[in-house]
């Protein structure tokens, strides 16, 4: 059994930042990507950022030019830094973790941005 273990998350006010954290209890193999994702009460899951085994990064419109995705691929470890943080962030962010044919998530971590 392996599961992806999150962290980061918390209560803090707009234009305050965070950093969350996901990586596997046990080593996985052949990672093709690892991305973040997140939804809010009331709205369809979405993808806010990813990151590709050739360090291709994609995100969300809303998040551009605050987020960064990196990794740290001897603990197959994803970061999301999160900047300038807006009340519209408000959601559970999940980790994501791709293999040719299986997919990982992770349990969610509360993300609120509230004055």
């Known amino acids: 059994q392996v599961q992806l273990v999150e962290s980061g998350g918390g209560l803090v006010q707009p234009g305050d930042s965070l950093r969350l954290s996901c990586a596997p209890s046990?080593?996985?193999?052949?990672?093709?990507?690892m991305a973040w994702y997140r939804q809010a009460p009331g709205k369809e899951r979405e993808l806010v950022a990813a990151?590709?085994?050739?360090?291709?990064?994609n995100y969300a419109d809303s998040v551009k030019g605050r987020f960064t995705i990196s990794r740290e691929d001897a603990k197959n470890t994803v970061y999301l830094q999160m900047n300038n943080l807006r009340p519209e962030d408000t959601a559970v962010y999940y980790c994501?973790?791709?293999?040719?044919?299986?997919?990982?998530w992770g349990q969610g971590t509360q993300v609120t941005v509230s004055s």
């Open positions: 994501n973790l791709r293999q040719s044919i299986i997919t990982y």
């Open positions: 046990k080593r996985i193999f052949s990672i093709r990507s």
């Open positions: 990151i590709s085994g050739g360090d291709t990064t």
